[in-house]
């Protein structure tokens, strides 16, 4: 692969994948039981003086105390600054309550944003430190499995605003990322299979070898049982895999829109349930199956690449049949979320298990069909 190198890991960490992109290359870090070492790492790949934490309650009852007496061990005076826990809280009242946090704590150029949690977090900690006096040194401490494989790398940081998700952001890359296999321990369930359905979009998009080890006998069960025999290789290479993306493709001019395999309808189901009831992961399962049969009957990928894909999925117990909204309730909701005005949209179709593209498709080819005896449903 040429973006992502597998590096040498040494110490307390087991597997290590280098992000390259020229002087603002970082590495992914990887172990298990290594968050009390990530103050060393921290002050050696940033230089500061010192480190304000951001994380949520939960999370950071659990792991801040580790983190923070690592920091200091190393060095830093370290901060703690804990935001409400939620993506509503994703927004610019928090960014403004972390700008203010930051000056109190006298943050400067020397300090290091340091987010623990899941993407909400390091998207909003990372909004922070990228527009903070035009941009501080930032650190991932990804505690989902997908801001571990996903959102931690790539430095897509921003919030949402009341119109939408997502629509302040900026580009700050992180100096590393630092992954502690073991914080995923307290992770519901619910929340990891939502995390692993993108590790499955990683090897459908990408690599066929490594989507064959994900179907092996047992994976996805020791997967979901974050046996780190199987779990660290496994989020290893989905972070290989979005770390070459990221770095043959850091603004998105084509590669990168292949991950958003299955997406188009994520944000549909999304929209449509309000955001409540699906998680964004168990969201892109039920968007990717229905996109790979959308695939088949353009006859881009052979038939039963659906089923196979599915079958995966459903071994982590998600669901992969969209919800029964009526034809034209997606129909609004895929307008919503179409940010460009042009008529049709980048579909990521599949051409068999491991390989990408986009087709440019109008949203009544996108939309699924009105269900047979199914045009006046319920909602
Ligand atoms: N920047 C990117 O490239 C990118 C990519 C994908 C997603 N995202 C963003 O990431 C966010 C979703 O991330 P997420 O799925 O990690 O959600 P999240 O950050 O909201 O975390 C999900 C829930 O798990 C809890 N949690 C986190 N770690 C835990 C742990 N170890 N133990 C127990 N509970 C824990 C959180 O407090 C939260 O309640 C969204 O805001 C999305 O827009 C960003
Ligand atoms: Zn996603």
Redesign the pocket.
């Known amino acids: 692969m040429s973006g992502a190198r597998r590096a040498r890991a040494s110490g307390p960490v087991q597997r290590s994948v280098e992000v390259d992109l020229g002087e603002r290359s970082y590495p992914i870090q990887l172990g298990s039981g290594i968050l009390a070492a990530a103050g060393g790492e921290i002050a050696r790949h940033t230089k500061a003086h010192h480190a304000v934490v951001v994380t ?1 309650p ?2 950071g009852r ?1 792991y801040a105390p580790r983190l923070l007496r690592s920091l200091k061990e190393a060095g830093l005076r370290a901060h703690r600054v804990e935001v409400p ?3 509503a809280t ?1 927004n610019l009242t928090q960014v403004k309550r972390l700008y203010d946090a930051l000056l109190a704590r006298g943050a400067d150029r020397h300090s290091v944003v340091v987010a623990l ?7 909003l900690a990372g909004f922070a430190a990228a527009s903070y006096l035009r941009g501080i040194p930032f650190v991932q401490v990804p ?2 499995v ?2 571990m494989v ?2 931690s790398i ?1 430095g ?2 921003g919030v949402n605003l009341p119109q939408g ?2 629509l302040v952001g900026a580009f700050h890359q992180p100096k590393l990322v630092w992954i502690d296999v073991e ?2 321990r ?3 369930s619910r ?1 990891r299979a ?2 692993f359905a993108e590790v499955v979009k990683a090897g459908a998009i990408l690599d066929l070898g490594f989507f064959e080890h994900l179907e092996g006998e047992g994976v996805a069960e020791a997967l979901m049982d974050l046996d780190p025999e199987v779990l660290l290789p496994v989020l290893e290479r989905a972070c290989a895999i979005k770390a070459d993306v990221v770095a043959r493709d850091e603004r998105e001019g084509g590669l990168r829109m292949l991950l958003n395999f299955g997406h188009t309808l994520a944000h549909a189901v999304e929209t449509l349930t309000g955001y409540r009831k699906v ?3 168990e969201a892109v399962a039920m968007g990717m199956v229905y996109a790979a049969r959308r695939s088949e009957a353009l006859g881009t990928t052979p038939a039963g690449t659906a089923q196979r894909l599915a079958r995966l999925l459903q071994r982590f117990g998600l669901e992969t049949e969209l919800p029964p909204f009526a034809r034209s309730a997606y129909l609004t909701a895929l307008r919503v979320d179409k940010k460009k005005r042009d008529a049709r949209i980048h579909f990521v179709i599949l051409r068999g298990i491991g390989r990408a593209e986009t087709l440019p498709l109008t949203l009544a080819e996108i939309a699924p069909a009105a269900r047979r005896g199914g045009a006046k449903r319920r909602r």
């Open positions: 949520v939960g999370v659990r826990d939620g993506d994703k949690g899941g993407g909400m977090v390091g998207d505690t989902t997908l801001a996903d959102a790539g897509k940081v998700k997502n914080t995923l307290s992770l519901p929340q939502a995390g998680l964004h992961g």
